[in-house]
């Protein structure tokens, strides 16, 4: 199966599993196909357990144990289509990580080596991709770091050393260093102040407007998807909602979920009292039957406690998988 | 204040006040040997064959007498039993009079000294390696059986498995000797000489440092280090580096290993009485000519001067090891404290 | 508790306990061992004299007294390996009764205090565990060389064996007392002395019961080393006061491997069988291990 040019990665019916016993496991990702595109900041949006981040970790191609993942996840590379989940790991890891794909993590305070300097990270990434020595590594670095915008001795800090906001950032120019045409972020914003948050988010997108690559932003935050994204996808129970232009999305929300999500954000002007969503999100060893929104949709239907909903396409790229706008 | 000032004083008064109660417990020896008994270990002396002048007798008595002594205020002995602990100054030895007893415990101090550091620094560091290393091998068969090897080693103490070593290897399949090892006679002429001496403290010496290596590689740092490390793969710093696409080598070593060093720095810290103390009792069994051999010959003749010594030798330098790794070595391995904010 | 929850809860420990092999294995070894150190209610009179017996004499099936040969003290090795044994095990238990008890509440008062006391007790502890464990013990022994008895070892060994265990207990009365249902218990009201016995003490006797199990151990390590410089006691047989005599009249090396090898063998089992007990108890302690299924 090719792919089209301006699609840098095409997965189509992911399946993730978490494995906990030999009878229990839990379905994180139900049949997702997504497209990422060159150039295009994309979000994917939902609460919290919904699957978002072991979507992203399996597009990544990182899968490991207890998680199984199965699927077509086509990396478009100069013309060659990489399976990502079919070529080993070593494979992934000289070729892919880092040069084609980067990721930056969740709890980004964290993922730094304690024991080793911050310069460090940056040279033993140029001297395993780059085959360069660590001199010259070095010297690449400190550009580099400069470059992005930081001062040049933060290179010889130890990670405890910096605030949580440099840390932040420095996880952002390590994933950018190699130059990747893939980005995901994970969460990027969460338990980082709001000032910290805008200047980190506009750092990722100046640096995306730069590079042109393609950006995921994983986020349960509306908020960021709003300021910063182009198109968002939705999920809940690790299955696509709806997917569409950001604006448009925000402007009319089709499926009830994410009418749910956009309404509880505060609008300027608007005084009524926010609308949680009440309910939890479900079980994923034991999903409810049909539309595993059905408990919490305000619109819920006969045929949605039965049978599950397919897609339905709009022009403009929307589509939205639920009852109410399917034609019988 | 920086953090470390406060880890240094705290460890500080650990080592004074352990060298406080140590001190105490040994003053009390001294106070249950009734000076009746210094009598009996003179004739104990004159056993030994040492001829002794009837000047050097008295010396010696006047010596023994306040060593056990009722001479002075009770301050005073005090205060002179807390001199000699640390000047170890315990008088004339009775194994060889009238040499000190201090000068024959350091001639064989070099032994017990090269034999600990030698089996204390490869073990500790290839029980870490091979633990680390282990952590990563996907085996389950493997990596099962090796831990299985290390629990059952683990609670044996050296000398007992020095034992064993001994009924496998120099009784059933000859390869070490049963006669005790004699001491050598240090001294070189000539590079031939040197490296007959270095041949023959080796031989000697391997039979004690392979028990002792065995055990505390394969057991004690083999199972700490293998736990520590399968924790440490789960760190999120150490996930994020295979996201990276570090190599699995560097991981191993850059972050995993080198993550693990200290708190098992901090646990070496800890084991060092024990490491020791086992040592001690295995070189006597295998004969080599250490403390531990002449702590027996000085406890079965009743040798209170070199058995003194060699006592407050060990707990005075087991506790400085002690605190010499949990505070320098620990600061100059840990970053975080190191180059604290 | 009243008695039979108590047992109920014993019986349903003790079954998971029986899962783990290590555990299975380990019980067994002990078991064997208990076996063999009852059979020494069963000693001739005799057996302790000297020359009672011919001397340096191999084994023979001849009769029970000479399964395991002579000494060249003179006496039946058989019988003095099962009373050695139940002797060591004797001391190792009685040390560990002492011991870990008395670290146990040390643990708990540490745990449980704050400010000056807490500074306090934990230099208390730490120095305790820095000292030289082998070189006090030596001191302690030439010093009370006469008292020396089965009863007055386990007290000697007690100065020592208590610092372990009590910094055990005291990591895991702090873990616990930070958990949020404890602070959930007391700003309900409970009363502290019932919080310490319904919620704490649970979580803490899991880990008593293996630093119980490991001082038994250690105990017998520390009576063996004495021993074999000749430390121990003068009347009775330890495993250490064997393998003592053995030394000392270099048996090995006039070819009297079965005196010898017996009290190797029993000590290893010992060591092993007793480990193999705690590990288990451990792993089902760290919940992160349980579930682990084949252990």
Known sequence: MSVEDNVVLKASNVYGEYIISPSTSIKAVNNVSIELRKNEIIGIAGESGCGKSTLIKILYGYISYPLTAKGKILLNNKGNNIDVLSVSEDYKRENIWWRIVSYIPQNSMNVLNPFMRIGDHFSELLRKHLKIEKDEAYKMAEEYIVNMGMRKDILKAFPHQLSGGMRQRIVVALALLLKPHIVFADEPTTAVDVVLQKVLLQFLIDKQRELRNALTIVTHDMGVHAMVTQRIVVMYAGRVVEEAPTEPLFEDPKHPYTQALISSLPRLGDESPRKGLWGTPPDLRNPPPGCEFHPRCPYAMDICRREEPVFTKYENEWKVRCWLYLKR | ?341 | MSTSLKIYAFIKIFKSLFKYRRFRIGLAIITIIAILSIASLFSPPQYKRWYAYPKDRPPQLTSIDMILGTTTNGRPVFWIMVNALANSLYIGLLTALIGSHAGLLVGLLAGLSRGKTESAFILLIDSFIVMPGLPILIVLALALKQSMTILTIPLILSIIAWAWPARNVRSITLSVISKDFITIASFSGIKFFNILLHEVMPYVLGWHLTNFINTIIWAIGMETALAVFGLSILSEDTLGTMIYWVLNYNALFRGMWWWLLPPIILLISIFVGFYLISVSVSSYLNPRLRGGGQQ
């Open chain 2, 1 to 341: 204040m920086h953090p470390f000032v406060k880890h240094l004083v705290n460890r500080t008064m650990v080592m004074v006040i352990t060298l406080f109660i140590a001190f105490n417990i040994s003053y009390l020896l001294i106070r249950a040997i009734p000076t009746s008994a210094v009598d009996a270990m003179l004739g104990a002396i004159a056993q030994l064959g040492q001829r002794l002048d009837p000047e050097e007798y008295m010396r010696m008595r006047q010596v023994l007498l306040e060593l056990f002594g009722l001479s002075g205020s009770p301050l005073d002995q005090y205060l002179t039993y807390l001199k000699r602990f640390f000047t170890l100054d315990f008088g004339f030895s009775f194994i060889v009079f009238p040499r000190p007893a201090r000068e024959i415990v350091l001639r064989y101090l070099p032994w017990s000294v090269g034999l600990l550091l030698f089996t204390t620094v490869i073990s500790w560091t290839l029980g870490n390696i091979i633990g680390v290393i282990v952590s990563f091998v996907k085996n389950r068969y493997i990596s099962g059986a090796l831990e299985n090897i290390a629990i059952v080693l683990y609670p044996i103490p050296y000398y007992v498995f020095s034992l064993a070593l001994i009924y496998i290897f120099a009784y059933l399949i000859p390869i070490f000797s049963l006669s005790p090892a004699t001491m050598p006679a240090i001294s070189i002429a000539s590079l031939w000489d040197l490296i007959n001496v270095v041949f023959h403290i080796l031989k000697t010496a391997s039979a004690p440092a392979l028990s002792i290596i065995v055990i505390s590689a394969l057991g004690w740092w083999f199972i700490s280090s293998r736990t520590l490390s399968l924790a440490t793969m789960t760190e999120d710093y150490v996930i994020y580096a295979r996201l990276r696409g570090i190599d699995i080598g560097r991981i191993r070593g850059r972050y995993v290993l080198r993550s693990i060093m200290v708190p098992q720095v901090t646990a070496l810290a800890l084991a060092l009485g024990a490491v020791f103390s086992g040592a001690l009792v295995t070189e006597y069994i295998f004969a080599y000519p250490g403390l531990g051999s002449l702590l027996y010959q000085a406890i079965i003749i009743g040798d209170y001067p070199i058995a003194l010594t060699i006592l407050s030798l060990s707990m005075i330098g087991v506790t400085l090891a002690t605190w010499f790794l949990d505070t320098v070595v620990y600061y100059l391995i840990d970053p975080r404290i190191r180059f604290a904010k």
